[in-house]
């Protein structure tokens, strides 16, 4: 009789060994990344068998801070095939560095094991489960009221369901797949979600995966790219006493778009566990596969954009991967909550790991090419602080610099850091969907050439909003400039810090030394040598910026099989040149949504924002200006597809080299400076991060000249009109030390105390103000009648049209600048006709008509 006794002890002792006698250790994954395991911590001892040869099938996830794990079943007294029995426990173990264990027998409702467990803000969620007789519907919710565990029931399952797989998806939880009963135990293919937010409302049926029933599916929530969506994976087909069907398939459903897509993969993790890593990566924690060529103790790493599934067996002498158990994330880490070993056999090991990740520092070749870059922008700085003698040389130039360095500036400054590594992350994550949008300059061009440059011109003004004050009243102009300079204040900070945290992931280079070179040197520059160093330094900087984004395309081209022919290939085959879909549908991003919105955007940027009606001013004559914008968009064009082919080339640079991607990248927009950091050669990463550095600077220096620009011209001035042109020179300087100081330290308030939701925020209601300004001005332009009321209630219309687009969500994100745009215009034309109107001998001076009469 002790013989089965005897055996059951051994596999125990064989499922703990490797953990108790190791220690730590580390299992390499990608070229850059390690996990490094702790297997030190177990589940207490209690004078049940329960934690003595832990479980599977437990409930586990984080409550009020600490690790939870509830529930569970194993076989106390036998293996099951010595005719041990199987017993179901309903006890709650809770964890923490600072207090250790502490075990809450029988505080479940019932016994209870494998079901599924989401974490959720105020606990661990449990949904179904079994017991020996049944499969279950319950749902509660276990969270902590005085260091206690405390139970809440919530909406149950419209089926039982046990062994399912489920996951948490913007503040959803999905359930798939599962058997429904016990007795006998038949696969489900049913699709299950409840919105957290409302939980009363109950769970709701959605349409099944395309593929056949399962239950001990493998589930977990990432994105893709886009969107953040439910992946399903592997699981088991069976039916009473069939022999088991192993399923390798996997499925990605989006929520947004309510539909299933088939993944290509062979994905052998029936009965694993899975975390999401990074934005993209998803890591597979054992599994099982019944198949001797395929290994089951193995860790696999699938990335959601490029479709790869890299695959690191782990040496069963280290430890065992266990299965039909709960994997919690934990920060940069996982946390495995007890398991099966080998059948029958539980683990009393909880598995803890971390993973670490090597960051490639630049070189001192790198460095002493950044130092160059630098010093020249400072000297141009210099240079041209000789030339400033009025406030017309300031902000003007002197109407002096020519026609083709305005055009490079004003292209340079439409692009901040933000755009230089956007644009390639968001080609890299999906399509060319978005390139008619950044080229869209292209079709504004006739009308801002033909009407807004000759108007400024004509007009002789300083900024953009002195017209809204000829046009209609002080009070508009204020308040637009007011806006325009609190977002400039914003923008600086935003320009500064997401290209730091950037190059901080992915480089070690720390975020405060990025703010303050990027900061201070454009600020020095612009200060001593006004717009005319802005507009020189910005030319400079779109020559570095274009050729370091060449040199990274070479690169990527060079380390591939055959070079752009494999990108061009692989890339074609996947769809990634794709521009959207052709059907009429503005609550999705295709063809006819992309067009509309840049025609209004790019209105709304070339036509009234300062930053660009600048450089309008800045030359010697109207003709000079125009080619200034034939200049931009002619490079705008092909920059944007150079830009897009760079994202394009990195995704099959990663798609053939899944190794060299990081699973530890936390910022989508990361990818073109891990590649950096990763890959090109001492010297060249240098002059790469200085293009990256000369992006955010263009914008920064643009941002600082024309918000002082907008203050002492809309603001000082009118408070002082007497002042002389010395006296407002140094006026002019202050403003732009001021602002520009706010806004680097914005950067590190923002950076120092997490607070960029407030940010999102502030942005949202400043552009939500700013999106109204395009059908302002056009408002002004091109009506005689809009008077000063017409103008105010256009613009409140906007704000209030456009929250209640944001809210409700009627239009696809880029439409909402464009329906404030048009909202600001027919609310504001129709006020105006109500209230008598403006007279025409007084506005047509104002207005497009002048040159017809």
């Known amino acids: 009789m002790f013989k089965p006794i005897l055996k059951y002890l051994l596999w125990g002792v064989l499922a703990a060994a490797p953990a108790a006698g190791r220690g730590q250790i580390t299992t390499p994954l990608t070229e850059t990344d390690a996990v490094a395991w702790d297997s030190s911590l177990r589940l207490p001892a209690q004078d049940s068998a329960a934690a003595h040869r832990g479980l599977a099938g437990v409930f586990a996830g984080r409550a009020g801070g600490r690790l939870v794990i509830a529930g569970g079943a194993n076989f106390p007294d036998a293996l099951p095939q010595d005719g041990g029995a199987k017993r179901w426990y309903d006890d709650v173990y809770l964890y923490d560095e600072t207090s250790g264990w502490q075990t809450f027998p029988g505080a479940l409702p019932r016994p209870v094991a494998y079901g599924v ?23 509660f919710l276990l969270s902590l009221a005085d260091g206690e565990p405390c139970i809440t029931a919530w909406p149950p399952l419209p089926v039982p369901l046990a062994n399912a797989a489920g996951a948490l998806v913007g503040g959803k939880v999905y359930v798939a797949g599962g058997n429904e009963g016990m007795n006998p135990a038949r696969a489900s293919r049913r699709f299950f979600v409840l919105d957290t937010s409302n939980p009363r409302a109950g769970w709701r049926e959605l349409p099944a995966w395309p593929g056949p029933a399962r239950g001990y599916a493998v589930a977990a929530a990432q994105s893709d790219g886009m969107d953040n969506c439910f992946y399903l994976f592997s ?29 290509d993969g062979d994905f052998p993790v029936m009965a694993g566990t899975a975390v999401p890593f990074g934005v993209n990566h998803i890591l597979f924690l054992g599994g099982k596969s019944h198949d001797a060529a395929t290994p089951d103790n193995a860790l696999r790493l699938y990335h959601t954009v490029t479709g790869t599934l890299t695959e690191y067996p782990v040496d069963k ?30 683990t009393p090991v909880v598995l803890r790991g971390k993973v670490e990740s090597t960051l490639h520092r630049m070189g001192w070749l790198d460095i002493v090419v950044i130092v160059l870059y630098f010093l020249s922008l400072a000297w141009i700085g210099w240079y041209f602080s000789r030339n ?25 400054t439409s692009l901040s850091a933000i755009t230089f590594m956007a644009i390639p992350a968001k080609a890299f994550a999906t399509d060319w969907s978005y390139l008619l949008f950044n080229a869209g300059i292209v079709l504004v061009v006739p009308l801002i050439v033909g009407v807004f440059i000759p108007f400024f011109r004509r007009l002789n003004v300083t900024t953009a909003y002195e017209y809204l004050e000829l046009r209609f009243n002080a009070a508009i102009r204020v308040v637009c400039s007011v806006s325009f300079m609190l977002f400039q204040i ?47 330094t ?111 080339a990195l995704w099959a640079f990663y798609k053939f080299n899944p190794q060299q991607l990081s699973m530890s990248i936390a910022d989508s927009d990361a990818i073109l400076p891990w590649y950096m950091s990763t890959t090109l050669p001492r010297g060249v990463l240098g002059l790469v991060i200085a293009g990256l550095f000369a992006a955010a600077m263009s914008t920064l220096s643009s941002s600082m000249n024309s918000a002082a620009t907008a203050f002492v011209t809309d603001i ?61 001005f056009l408002l002004g332009l091109v009506t005689r009648r809009a008077n000063a009321i017409g103008a105010f209630c256009g613009l409140v219309g906007s704000v209030a049209v456009q929250t209640l687009v944001t809210q409700f969500q009627w239009v696809n994100l880029l439409l909402y600048s464009t329906t404030g745009f048009i909202a600001c215009f027919v609310i504001g034309y129709a006020v105006s006709v109500l209230t008598g109107g403006s007279r025409a001998e007084k506005t047509d001076n104002l207005t497009i008509y002048k040159n017809r009469n």
């Open 117 to 139: 467990s989401v974490t959720l803000p105020q606990g661990v969620l449990c949904i179904g489960g079994c017991d020996a007789q049944r499969a279950m519907e319950e749902v």
């Open 235 to 263: 699981g088991r087909d069976y039916d009473g006493d069939e022999p088991w069907t192993i399923h390798r398939d996997g499925y990605r459903y989006n929520p947004r778009l309510n539909a299933w897509y088939r993944l």
């Open 317 to 346: 002498a280290d430890f065992i991967l266990p299965v039909t158990t709960a994997a919690v994330s934990d920060g940069d880490g996982v946390l495995i909550a007890s398991g099966e070993t080998q059948p029958g056999v539980r």
């Open 388 to 412: 400033q003698k009025s406030t017309g040389d300031y902000f003007k130039g002197g109407g002096r610099i020519p026609w083709f360095v305005v055009g490079l500036s004003i292209f340079g």
């Open 490 to 536: 914003g923008r600086m900070a935003v320009v500064l810090l997401l290209p730091s945290i950037a190059l901080n992931i992915v480089t070690g280079i720390d975020i405060y030394l990025c703010i303050g070179l990027m900061g201070v040197l454009s600020l020095a520059y612009t200060l001593m040598g006004g717009i005319e160093a802005v507009v020189w």
């Open 538 to 648: 910005e030319a400079v900087q779109v020559v570095v910026l274009l050729g370091a984004a060449v040199a990274v395309v070479c690169s990527v081209a060079f380390r591939l099989p055959e070079g752009f022919s494999t990108i061009l290939a692989s890339a074609g085959d996947a769809g990634k040149f794709s521009l959207g879909e052709s059907f009429f549908d503005l609550r999705q991003p295709t063809i006819w949504t992309v067009l509309i919105a840049t025609v209004f955007t790019n209105i709304t940027t070339y036509g009234t924002d300062q930053t660009i009606v600048q450089r309008y001013l800045t030359t010697d004559s109207e003709r000079a200006a125009r080619k200034g914008v034939y200049t931009n968009a002619a490079l705008t064009v092909p920059a944007s597809l150079l830009f897009f082919f760079l994202g394009t």
């Open 716 to 776: 000082y001035r009118k408070v002082r009109p007497a002042g002389d042109e010395r006296h407002m020179l140094r006026v002019a300087r202050w403003a732009t030390f001021v602002l520009g100081t706010v806004g680097i330290l914005f950067a590190v308030v923002m950076a120092s105390w997490d607070i960029k939701s407030l940010w999102d925020e502030f942005s949202k209601f400043l552009g939500i103000l700013l999106g109204g300004l395009g059908g302002l």
